[in-house]
């Protein structure tokens, strides 16, 4: 799992967090909130099927090791039914820049000095001398 990936607790899908609704338990006081806060969490799919499947089993409560109360529950609903808030767009995979080929390196190759495979010349200028065996 890469670091920032979190577990639905109804379906158990991997995917980044920003992908899942979260419950947290806050720490000092035990109360569970939607969101923010420092304490246990759990993640849940922004799907209907998830939170029923969750709620049917109470899964949130088991994870979050108290009860869920209904109004949380309530304000899920509500996020799952409406719809989903428009997401800061991010360039498709097609708007990336191209990579310069090595074809096309081909030119800047050639006018550099030639060089031991695998060595650049810089390297070799810092490198050691080797000794002589005595």
């Known amino acids: ?11 158990r899908r991997v995917a980044p967090k920003s992908a899942f609704l979260r419950i947290v338990r ?3 006081t035990h109360t569970v909130q939607l969101d923010q806060g420092m304490g246990r969490s759990a993640y849940l799919c922004p799907t209907a099927a998830c939170l029923e499947a969750a709620q049917k089993r ?4 088991r994870m979050l090791k108290v009860k869920v109360p209904a109004s949380i529950y309530e304000a899920l ?3 799952v039914q409406s719809p989903p808030a428009p997401v800061a767009s991010t360039p498709a995979r097609g708007d990336t820049p191209p990579i310069a ?7 800047q190759a050639a006018s550099s000095p030639a060089a031991k495979p695998g060595t650049s010349p810089a390297c070799e200028q810092s490198a050691p001398q080797s000794r002589s065996p005595k």
């Open 1 to 11: 799992m890469a670091p920032n990936d979190r577990r639905c607790v109804s379906c």
């Open 26 to 28: 806050l720490h000092p």
């Open 58 to 61: 109470d899964r949130l409560s």
């Open 77 to 79: 609903w509500q996020r």
């Open 101 to 107: 080929s090595p074809a096309s390196l081909g030119s």
